[in-house]
């Protein structure tokens, strides 16, 4: 593999990202803007109904966010016409059609004559979202991004950003291979991706012509999509719509010069642009929020189990390094961008770090008093864990009902409070049991060529660094990520 240096590759390049309001999205655009200002243009794709619209969610999710205070004190002054000069942000939705529901014509002809590069970032990561808008996202969404790509008469790199859990619950070594179309995890036959969109269609008529509004068509919705998945193998909806986006990738790419990411567990910050910047609860942090507020005090799990955690900002280097390696090339690698085979980290571990962490830096309450942590109960099946949940929930229920008038107040808040802890327990292990008996390892034989050609060639490995080995667990978790969390997630 002969790579060249990255930020030559990217100087007067023009470069496409869908799902510009994203985490990675805005981390990817910070690392161009900031390490090469000569990139010639970013065209920056975000649904919105207009262009006011458009510079009005640029503005509150992208470059209001903090993540982007070094670039902001690098140009003072100059960093709106900067902004300018290098960004052009394009109202549309990848999941409408091929011409990514870009109205305007004009625009549309200029960035198939301009494009370099297309990054396909868009996607909906909810475990559980409504399957037509996770069918529409992740799976055609991704087939809509292509298709565009298609008709860039400059394209060199074409980067489909998907999820290493597209492997579902598999154990032992997982390998960097693609999947065929119709391809399923439990053998089932018939998996086909026009049949999905047509029975999603036909559940949208017959709900709605029951007169079905709001929240109910949204219920019904995401209980189709985790059926949907588990009837052919997956845990959830969205790995199993991921899994579609990259078999239409695969069965449509022709010639292209076409790089699937396949991230694992996706932290904060390591290094850059500052360590610890995080957004949302992903994943993992939706425990850590959980049991630093004190509700979440047992939870299902094998200690053995290893977590693959990456930072963001290597994920964002790897698809850099891997789009500049393969530009020009007719090519469709796969790069599975992780921890566990090369520097694997424990459930057991993680535990250890939150509990040393809010130990000594609780959170405060809306009662103003720290919050108290113990050590989290880990419970190794899910007939012990609801037993568990269940002798918990009777003993307040009986307190309710010895409790005198005098105490009735305080035990029904007791108990409301209760309620509200065991819902979102088990909506947490529902979610992600799959992944707290997790028995597999991600192999990353591609990605390390993808490491070894860069040094070999001399590419800026101090600036496009991405190897997990380097990371030191205890102190990256107890001083940077779960401080990243509390600043920027909690609320």
């Not at 909806?237 to 010639?255: C, H, I, N, R, S």
Request: proline share 3%; with cysteine.
């Amino acid at each position: 593999m002969d790579i060249g240096s990255v930020l030559q590759f990217l100087e007067n390049k023009t470069i496409l990202v869908t799902g510009a309001t994203g985490f990675l999205a805005k981390i990817f655009l910070e690392k161009i803007l900031r390490m090469q200002p000569k990139v010639k243009k970013i065209y920056l794709l975000l649904r919105a109904a207009d262009a006011k619209s458009a510079s009005q969610r640029f503005q509150n999710e992208v470059i209001g966010k903090d993540l982007f205070r070094l670039l902001k004190e690098k140009l003072g002054a100059n960093l709106n016409s900067f902004m300018s000069e290098k960004t052009v942000l394009v109202p549309g939705d990848i999941s409408r059609d091929d011409d990514l529901g870009v109205e305007d014509s004009n625009l549309r002809e200029v960035m198939w004559n301009e494009l370099d590069v297309v990054v396909n970032l868009a996607a909906t990561t909810n475990f559980d979202e409504r399957y037509d808008v996770a069918l529409g996202i992740n799976t055609l969404g991704a087939k809509h991004v292509l298709c565009f790509a298609k008709k860039c008469v400059k394209l060199k790199s074409f980067v489909h950003v998907s999820t290493a859990y597209v492997a579902g619950e598999k154990a032992g070594l997982i390998l960097e291979t693609p999947y065929q179309m119709g391809e399923t995890l439990n053998g089932v036959t018939g998996l086909d991706i026009e049949e999905e969109k047509r029975l999603v269609e036909e559940k949208l008529d017959q709900i709605q012509a029951t007169g079905a509004k709001g929240e109910e068509i949204k219920e019904i919705m995401r209980d189709m999509g985790i059926d949907r998945a588990k009837f052919y193998g997956w845990p959830n909806t969205y790995v199993f719509t991921k899994a579609m986006g990259e078999m239409l990738v695969g069965q449509l790419k022709e010639e292209m010069p076409v790089v699937i990411i396949r991230p694992t567990i996706v932290t904060s910050t390591y290094k850059e642009p500052f360590p610890g910047w995080a957004e949302g609860a992903r994943t993992i942090d939706a425990i850590a929020v959980g049991y630093g507020k004190g509700r979440l005090t047992c939870l299902l799990g094998d200690a053995n189990t290893i977590i693959d955690a990456i930072p963001a900002d290597m994920v964002v280097n790897s698809i850099i390094v891997a789009m500049t390696a393969h530009a020009n090339q007719p090519s469709y690698e796969i790069y599975q961008v992780g921890s566990s085979v090369r520097n694997p980290l424990t459930y057991s571990s993680l535990q250890d770090f939150g509990f040393r962490y809010f130990s000594k830096k609780p959170w405060i309450g809306k009662d103003g008093k720290p919050v108290k942590v113990r050590k989290i109960r880990v419970l190794s099946s899910m007939d012990s864990f609801r037993r568990y949940m269940a002798v918990r929930y009777l003993f307040f229920l009986k307190g309710l009902e010895l409790a005198n008038t005098a105490f009735c107040h305080y035990f029904e808040g007791v108990y409301s409070d209760l309620n509200r802890k065991i819902k979102y327990v088990m909506r947490l292990v529902e979610l992600y049991r799959p992944y707290l008996f997790f028995q597999g390892v991600f192999d990353d034989m591609n990605t390390e060529k993808l490491r070894i050609a860069a040094r070999d060639n001399g590419v800026e490995t101090d600036v496009f660094y991405f190897d997990p080995k380097c990371i030191d667990w205890e102190d990256y978790f107890v001083n940077v990520h779960i401080p990243g969390v509390v600043k920027y997630v909690f609320k």
